[in-house]
């Protein structure tokens, strides 16, 4: 059945509709939910499965839909559910990867992520394949980080380009914990995603680094928000990536600074790399602010590659494919902190094969 | 309950007892005025009043009809205590339109006199126009001026005498009734502004200036103010605008529109002072030829609540624009300020530079709308906004867009807020000087990149505005 989503990726505060970041309306052809096969991850040892009903002691927001957010909940056909116990030392990444096929065409997975006082948690979920325009996934993520916990989300996503992907993540975080959220998007025909950051506790801190490649006829529409409501939170908010062919980028980033959250701190930075006349670029790097002292900052550069630095690496006997490889891969690299080794590489494949 | 009952009411604020300048009430009775709300008759009577030409009064009753059909906008500060039904459109003063100062009623000239008008004029302007309520009262321009075939008058008597077709021919056509609401509104009620024609190759180097001065309560002020730079030519055009305070809403939604011909060069600047219980909705917008240049400079101060974002429109190879604007935003105030452009042509550039200072429960707004066409290669952008927040009752928000659809562009962008350092104000009082005016004195420098773009008679006013804003900080 044709539903049609209003708001989706909803601007916090509205402005000029002709500049077209107020959100958008998708029509959207909901598949048949079906058991979607994919291999529980291992567990290490202070981990362990958490129900759904973790998350009834807190409120989350969707910065991508609360509509699309509910349809996701109720139709899951997948999803990791887990608990990082009190007090246990870090383990190594857990990884959940899915892979969209003919026979398998929608993904939508619900995860949930709870991690217990000064526990520490890093998952990855990877995202690939494709089914033509059958593709779909919808996939939501939320975290709660109690006192001093650390959760690192890593999301990898190279589906087809046919695929619809939706993405949304929500985390609640609260006194001296971290929620760190990386974003590689390699893929997809049409890429809605949204973060929703709230920092509930005194010295809470969030961090999101995003990575962003369009080519073709691709959309690609995000919407992060951190919301500071505890003292001295820290929000860094980095995302980077380069647009060719005709594709479509619209990146609205928002810190939000409501009144208490004192001696919070809230920086955001962009830089897009343009290669094409034809795709279309936006940007609304927004700060809210209801607090006096607080220090928010926002920074953004749009456009070619340097001429100096091109000139240079030409120089140096790079042929133009290579130096936008090396300059664009520069941006993938500063976004892959979180990102395990082993998937290092294979990302960088992608990315020089898309810019070949 | 009674008519004026039912408008809404603007509270008083602490801040407002030290503004007898501009909150002196004039005592003059108007020679007419048509009744409060909107209707096609109340519109037929204002052209009937001023003796329209018939294109205007059809023009009057299409953009009421594009009003009628026009939601309000669903962004902004909220606009509930706006009643147009509750608005008077047109107050036509006790006076006529007068070309020497000693021939304005001695009521009106009292008023300009305590505003400092006259002095301007004698001391460094090339001609001055007054409006009070809904009427041009005074026009004056020097004679070595006018000599050079520059044109400055009021918008009546261009409509009406040998420049009525190029009026005709550039009216609302760059800001048109469908823009939106309020300019729907504006083209149909509008009356009184100024008529500003350069020919080409002409420098006027003193400035220009319009001063707008609100009197009734409960009504709307709707100027439209019309410039045409020729080539090669320049001009700074200066506006002001005050207004006693009233318990009641009023309404500015004036219009201006600039046409910036090909190497030429426009300085708009406004020092914007309206009172307390103004909802200040006023449009601007320039089309900049070839390698021409506008210039934007803004102080935002008054009103209760404000939208004012110009626009320019770099239309010509090379054109550039150049935006400076500050915003304070005092108790009960909502302003929403900021600047657009359009890239629509090669190599144009544009530079904004924005700060805001939000006080005692105000609410200040940077909104900003940069668009780069496809056609507009070699593009240069930068934008900077600050924002200084003085305390936690109030609020500072930051919404800039950016939309581009070229790849050989340049732009840059950065944003702060922030508070005023406390080691800055320590280390003030410790040479002596009293926190209130430490703190003062940070303001005036954060301001001073606006300042420094102004006349120095302006930028002692703006100054004042501001230690007048600050008074009682602490």
Same mark, same amino acid.
């Given at each position: 059945m044709l539903t049609t989503l209003k708001n989706?990726?909803?601007?916090p505060v509205r402005t000029w509709?002709?500049? #077209?970041?107020n959100g958008e309306t998708l029509d959207i052809e909901f598949p048949e939910p079906r058991v979607f096969p994919a291999p529980k991850p291992a567990l290490p040892e202070g981990i362990t499965r958490a129900h759904?009903?973790?998350?009834?002691?807190a409120e989350f927001k969707s910065a991508l839909g609360e509509e699309l957010s509910a349809y996701t909940r109720v139709h899951a056909n997948a999803g990791v559910r887990l608990r990082a116990l009190k007090g246990r030392p870090p383990t190594e990444p857990i990884t959940a990867s899915y892979t969209l096929t003919a026979e398998h065409p929608a993904l939508v997975d619900n995860n949930v992520i709870f991690a217990e006082a000064h526990s520490e948690i890093t998952v990855v979920l990877i995202y690939g394949g494709g089914a033509g325009e059958r593709g779909f996934h919808s996939g939501l993520t939320r975290v709660i980080a109690e006192n001093c916990a650390v959760v690192r989300v890593v999301q990898l996503q190279c589906f087809d380009a046919g695929t619809r992907h939706f993405s949304d993540f929500s985390a609640v975080i609260a006194n001296g914990a971290r929620v760190e959220l990386t974003r590689i998007e390699l893929g997809a025909g049409e890429t809605y995603a949204g973060c929703h950051m709230k920092?509930? #506790?005194?010295k809470s801190e969030a961090r999101t680094d995003t990575f962003y490649f369009g080519d073709g006829t691709q959309t690609l529409d995000f919407n992060y928000v951190a919301r500071h409501l505890g003292r001295a939170t820290k929000s860094e908010m980095n995302a980077a990536g380069a647009l060719f062919g005709s594709c479509g980028k619209t990146y609205r980033g928002t810190i939000d600074f409501v009144a #208490?959250? #004192?001696e919070s701190k809230g920086a955001e930075s962009e830089n897009t790399l343009l290669f094409s006349e034809n795709s279309r670029n936006r940007s609304a790097p927004v700060i809210l602010c209801g607090e006096e002292n607080v220090e928010g900052s926002h920074a953004a550069s749009v456009g070619r590659i340097d001429e100096g630095k091109l000139y240079y690496l030409r120089s140096r006997g790079l042929t133009e494919t290579d130096a936008k490889r090396l300059m664009v891969g520069a941006l993938l690299e500063s976004a892959?902190?979180?990102?395990p080794e082993s998937e290092r590489e294979r990302l960088r494949a992608v990315l020089g094969e898309r810019i070949g | 309950m009674s008519g004026e009952d039912k408008r809404a009411l603007i509270p008083d604020e %602490?801040?407002?007892?030290?503004?007898e300048m501009y909150d002196t009430k004039g005592v003059m009775k108007p020679r007419f005025q048509v009744s409060s709300g909107l209707t096609s008759e109340i519109v037929s009577a204002i052209s009937d009043e001023k003796g329209d030409p018939p294109w205007m009064r059809e023009f009057r009753q299409q953009s009421l009809a594009v009003y009628n059909e026009t939601p309000p906008p669903? =962004?902004? %500060? !909220?606009? &509930?205590?706006?009643?147009m039904e509750q608005i008077i459109t047109y107050v036509k003063p006790d006076a006529r339109m007068e070309?020497? =100062? /000693? &021939? $304005? %009623?001695e009521e009106i000239k009292d008023t300009f006199e305590r505003l400092g008008i006259p002095e301007a004029e004698r001391t460094g302007l090339a001609g001055v126009g007054a409006q009070y309520d809904s009427e041009v009262v005074y026009h004056s321009v020097k004679s070595e001026v006018a000599d050079l075939g520059v044109v400055y008058t009021d918008m009546d008597t261009a409509l009406k005498g040998e420049y009525g077709e190029m009026v005709r021919q550039h009216f609302?056509?760059?800001? %048109? !009734?469908? /823009?939106?609401r309020f300019m729907a509104l504006h083209g149909a009620v509008w009356s009184g502004g100024s008529f500003v024609y350069v020919p080409d190759g $002409? /420098?006027?180097?003193i400035p220009l200036q319009s001063y707008f001065r609100f009197n009734a309560a409960g009504a709307g002020q709707f100027e439209h103010t019309l410039i045409i730079v020729g080539k090669g030519s320049s001009l700074h055009f200066i506006e002001g605008c005050s207004a006693p305070k009233y318990n009641v809403a009023n309404l500015h939604a004036g219009c201006v529109e600039l046409y910036v011909g090909e190497g030429a060069r426009l300085r708009y600047s406004t020092i914007e002072n309206w009172s307390?219980?103004?909802?200040?909705l006023n449009s601007k917008r320039a089309v900049v030829d070839k390698n021409g240049i506008i210039e934007w400079v803004s102080g935002s101060f008054g009103s209760h609540t404000g939208c004012l974002y110009p626009m320019s $429109?770099?239309?010509?190879?090379?054109a550039r624009m150049d935006y400076t604007g500050i915003t304070f935003a005092g108790a009960g105030q909502n302003l929403d300020t900021g600047a657009q452009v359009v890239?629509?042509?090669?190599?144009t550039s544009s530079r904004i530079s924005a700060k805001s200072i939000s006080k005692g429960g105000g609410k200040s707004t940077f909104r900003g709308g940069i668009t780069v066409a496809?056609?507009?290669?070699?593009c240069r952008v930068s934008v900077s906004c600050d924002s200084l927040m003085l305390d936690s009752r109030s609020r500072s928000d930051t919404v800039p867009v950016m939309d581009v659809r070229c790849d050989d562009v340049d732009i840059g962008y950065e944003a702060k807020i922030g508070r005023i350092s406390e080691q800055a104000i320590y280390y003030l009082m410790s040479r002596g000087i009293s926190e209130d005016d430490a703190r003062a004195m940070i303001v005036n420098g954060f301001a001073e990149p606006i300042s420094k773009e102004l006349p120095l008679e302006y930028a002692v006013e703006m100054n004042n505005l501001i230690s007048l804003e600050m008074k009682g900080n602490t």
């Open positions: 989706i990726n909803a601007l509709r002709r500049l #077209g970041v759904e009903s973790v998350l009834v002691c920092l509930e #506790g005194d #208490g959250a #004192g892959m902190k979180n990102v | %602490p801040d407002d007892a030290a503004r669903d =962004w902004g %500060p !909220p606009l &509930d205590g706006l009643d070309a020497r =100062w /000693e &021939d $304005v %009623p609302m056509k760059i800001l %048109p !009734p469908r /823009e939106h $002409v /420098e006027v180097t307390k219980n103004m909802y200040n $429109v770099l239309r010509g190879e090379g890239h629509a042509a090669k190599n496809r056609e507009a290669t070699g």
